[in-house]
């Protein structure tokens, strides 16, 4: 039996006429945007247009991840040792603030590199 550990978190901010609240929760690996429960973590760091950033996947399993600058940007890799994909896929980082493809599959060992083509700077995150 898989355990699975719940995670919330609390983002406040002010409005004008008030204040507003918003509360997320989510457990394990469904979470793209909260705290992630196990498996692998990344960060690229800020990714100017034109930059990229490369992550080999060595764990089995689905990843959800996001960009730090830009929460409602989200995408998934899934890491399967019988995936019929090659071993490296890029994914472009495309106007309208997008992960293209948003969800990719690679081979266990295999590795996803994250290029930039927005105007704008943006991370892989997880």
């Not at 898989?2 to 004008?16: E, M, N, Q």
């Not at 609240?21 to 247009?49: H, I, K």
């Amino acid at each position: 039996m898989r355990r699975l550990r719940i995670t919330c978190a609390l983002v406040l901010g002010a409005a004008l006429a008030g204040a507003l609240f918003v509360v997320g929760c989510g457990g394990g690996d469904s979470n793209p945007a909260g705290p992630m429960g196990g498996g692998p973590t990344w960060s690229s760091g800020v990714l100017p247009t034109g930059g990229s950033f490369q992550r080999t996947f060595t764990e089995n399993g689905s990843w959800n991840y996001r960009c730090a600058i830009h929460s409602g940007m989200t995408g998934i890799v899934a890491v399967d040792p019988g995936a019929a994909n090659p071993e490296s896929v890029v994914v472009s980082i495309v106007t309208p603030m997008r992960f293209n493809p948003g969800t990719v599959t690679v081979k266990t060992g295999g590795y996803v590199r994250w290029v930039n083509q927005d105007g704008a700077n943006h991370t892989s995150t997880r």
